[in-house]
């Protein structure tokens, strides 16, 4: 079964940092762009970040832009996304899914084998 994966939540407080993790399982994703999306309560999901097939192919929300690094290790099969000074405001559930469209992350994109999410919550 093809399954994404999503790790390294937690409550943090404000200005502090957390590193989720998205290891990917029944396949590779050497060859995939893979977003990162977070969903508040009341809110409609956002894509945070996403990194291509390449790895100097990225995107950042213009929220989470000089705070958050998007990265990835084919050996581990999982791709991370580094955050620091975060603030109540990025409290969410925090989603990873793989762009099945393209290996990159602009243009067309169709995000599927979303993973089951993990909450991270941050206290001012």
């Known amino acids: 079964q093809s399954q994404l994966v999503e790790s390294g939540g937690g409550l943090v407080q404000s200005g502090g940092s957390l590193r989720l993790s998205c290891t990917a399982s029944g396949f590779t994703l050497d060859n995939d762009a893979i977003g990162w999306f977070r969903q508040a309560p009341g809110k409609e999901r956002e894509r945070v970040s996403c990194?291509?097939?390449?790895?100097?192919?990225?995107y950042y929300a213009d929220s989470v832009k000089g705070r958050f690094a998007i990265s990835r290790d084919n050996a581990k099969n999982t791709v991370y996304l580094q955050m620091n000074s975060l603030k109540p405001e990025d409290t969410a559930v925090y989603y990873c899914a793989v762009n099945i469209a393209s290996s990159y992350c602009s243009g067309v994109a169709t995000y599927d084998r979303w993973g089951q999410g993990t909450q991270v919550t941050v206290s001012s």
């Open positions: 990194i291509g097939s390449v790895d100097s192919n990225t």
